[in-house]
């Protein structure tokens, strides 16, 4: 797909000018969402030095098909899984990511800030493309929210708007609480 290749060549770029960053600031903590589920943030990327002009929120969850419910294999591909970052922060406006995984259901989750709901629904169509090819049937949805921070959806869930989603419920990507004290980047 011409847009990871592109996506690629970005990244490299940021990576040579130490625009890319991996801050071990929210590693550890825990998102609980209305569906009952609870993702533990395992990883963060950060673009810095790029402004976000037009904010916005989009959450991303799937289940991997081939590695099911075995420890091991899950902490294969977290450890791996920082191979992919080559796959998004060469996007048009990206900004963040926070790596999630919820390892009593298997369900990895990403919660991302972009500058412009445009670019990051393009982003996720892409996204949805391939993560159709490696999840389990049924588990892949995106949810973007224009004119959100990802900061403030983690620091005050209720005030967010419901936005566009790949599917009807709004439960799986909206927080049920307050998640802890978030800093803005």
Known sequence: MPAFVASALTTAALLVRRQLVLPRDHAGAQLHFEDGTTSRVYRETVLRGEPCREPAL????FRLKLIGRNPLMHALFRAESI??????????GFRSKLWCTDES?????GVYQWDGAGQARNYADTLLMLLDLVSVRGSLSCHVVPDTRRD?????????QEGSSSDSS????RLRDRAAPWSTY
């Open 105 to 109: 259901t298997s369900v990895y989750r």
């Open 170 to 173: 709004g439960a799986w990507w």
């Open 152 to 160: 403030d959806f983690l620091a005050d869930p209720r005030s967010i």
């Open 83 to 92: 191979l992919n970052t080559p796959l998004f922060a060469g996007f048009p």
């Open 58 to 61: 989009l959450v991303v969850q």
